[in-house]
C-alpha cells in the first residue's frame, strides 16, 4: 500500500521562512478599542445633554400644568389658563426640539471628523505594513533562495 508523504516539516519551514508578525493586528485593536472609545464619548455626552434637556421640559410643563390646575374665580379664567399653557408648551417645545437638533447636529459632526481620523490613520498603518510585509518577504525569499 502506498504511503502518504508527511507534509509537517516542509510545512513547518515554508511557515518559518514568512514570518507573521502580530504588532499590525495588535495595533488594528488598540486603534479600534480608541476609535471605539472616542465614539462612545460622543454618545454618551449627547445622552446626558438629552437627558438634561427632558429633565427641564418635564419640570417646566409640571410646574406649568401646576399654575393651570389651580382653582379659578370665573370660568373664563379656566379658558385663558388652558390657552397660556398651550401656547407656553408649543414655544417650549420648539425651543426643545431645536436644542436636541442642535445635540444631533453635533453628534454627526463629530462622528464624521472621528471616523474621517481613523481612516486616514488606518491608511497610514495599511501603507507601512504593507511596506514591512513586502520588506519581509522580500528578504525571506533572498534567503531562501541562498540557502539552495
Not at 516542509?10 to 514570518?19: E, V, W, Y
Not at 390657552?83 to 408649543?90: E, K, L, Q, V
Amino acid at each position: 500500500m502506498a504511503k502518504t508523504q508527511d507534509f509537517t516539516a516542509t510545512l513547518k519551514d515554508m511557515m518559518g521562512a514568512f514570518p507573521v508578525d502580530t504588532t499590525a493586528l495588535e495595533g488594528a485593536f488598540k486603534s479600534t478599542a480608541t476609535l471605539n472609545e472616542k465614539l462612545s464619548g460622543v454618545a454618551l455626552e449627547a445622552a446626558e445633554k438629552s437627558a438634561e434637556i427632558s429633565n427641564k421640559w418635564t419640570k417646566d410643563t409640571l410646574a406649568k400644568l401646576s399654575e393651570m390646575s389651580k382653582a379659578k374665580a370665573e370660568p373664563a379664567d379656566y379658558a385663558k389658563a388652558a390657552t397660556d399653557f398651550a401656547s407656553a408648551s408649543a414655544e417650549v417645545a420648539a425651543e426643545n426640539m431645536a436644542a436636541f437638533a442642535e445635540i444631533a447636529k453635533k453628534v454627526q459632526t463629530e462622528t464624521v471628523e472621528l471616523l474621517m481620523a481613523a481612516g486616514k490613520d488606518a491608511a497610514e498603518d495599511a501603507t507601512a505594513a504593507v511596506k514591512k510585509a513586502t520588506n519581509d518577504v522580500t528578504a525571506a525569499a533572498k534567503k531562501a533562495a541562498a540557502a539552495k
